[in-house]
């Protein structure tokens, strides 16, 4: 694999994104438009690997992450182009590198409009699309019935408890991305007969708060484990990645004055990735694009 590319008038080298100043990255983000943070990038240095693209005198161009849930599954982020290459095959050039050191592990990604047709061509299929729903949080939230179950704040020592859960809704085993999001995020867990059958996270990113991941069983749980965080948001800045389009849980998010902002697309390579089924946990709230 090139660990270069010429590009018009300069060329391009790839380097382990571990070395490079973080605020070289928050620039890259933030010339395109994304809401990260340098410390939404540091969190995400730490739960993956990346490359950027970088010129002769160190300048960031391009980046691409992945991140490994267990050993034969990852998801692919953070693949952004600054606007000056981003017709000369960056993208491509930065996916490959990526492809590569992910090796024959299942993939899924989250893509962009924008980048949509490049991972076609790279044999990723579509599966479905994902809802950014954000806003400022209304003053009062909408009437609900009583939660069926306990509803209860979790610590970051007890996160081992969901992990379980979580691996049967998302597919595959991301316990230490969970042990790391609990560092800094407000943990609720729903039990039933002394069962966790459900689990959410709020954390700070970007313009405000992300309220994922966010796994249960059904609307009517999600919607209080979703809730639990609203309340102490309310008239502040939240956001929620879904896949619920329609239904109670999508309607009570437009309640609380979340909005459609954008749509990306999961697309997988390799096994299918989502394998929603009945009576069984499933993930509501993405724990976020890169990690999905």
């Not at 560092?183 to 689990?199: M, P, Q, S």
């Amino acid at each position: 694999m090139k660990n270069s590319v010429r590009l018009k008038s300069f060329e391009l080298v790839a380097r382990d994104m571990a070395e490079v100043d973080v605020h070289l990255l928050h620039a890259l983000s933030i010339g395109v438009g994304w809401p990260h943070r340098p410390q939404d990038w540091e969190l995400l240095r730490r739960a993956g690997h990346g490359i950027v693209a970088v010129d002769g005198i160190g300048r960031v161009f391009g980046s691409a992450m992945w991140f490994p849930h267990g050993d034969d599954f990852a998801t692919i982020g953070l693949v952004i182009t600054s606007p000056r290459t981003q017709s000369q095959g960056t993208g491509r050039w930065l996916m490959e590198q990526v492809l590569e050191q992910c090796g024959d592990r299942d993939l899924s990604l989250n893509a962009t409009h924008a980048a949509y047709n490049l991972y076609v061509s790279l044999n990723f299929t579509k599966e479905a699309m994902v809802y950014q729903c954000q806003g400022e949080v209304a003053p009062t939230l909408p009437a609900m019935p009583a939660p069926d179950g306990e509803l209860s704040a979790l610590s970051a020592n007890e996160i081992e408890e969901v992990a379980t859960l979580d691996a049967r809704a998302f597919g595959a085993d991301r316990g230490k991305l969970l042990a790391l999001l609990s560092e800094k995020a407000a943990i609720y867990a729903l039990k039933r007969e002394g069962k966790i059958v459900g689990y959410s996270m709020c954390r700070e990113f970007g313009r405000g708060h992300v309220i994922g991941p966010i796994v249960a069983q059904n609307d009517h749980d999600a919607i209080h484990l979703t809730a639990v965080h609203l309340e102490v948001l309310t008239g502040r800045f939240a956001r929620i990645d879904t896949r619920e389009k329609d239904g109670p849980f999508a309607e009570f998010l437009l309640q609380c004055r979340l909005g459609l902002y954008e749509t990306v697309t999961t697309m997988s390579k390799g096994r299918p990735f989502l394998h929603r089924q009945e009576d069984e946990p499933w993930v509501y709230g993405l724990a976020g694009h890169a990690w999905s």
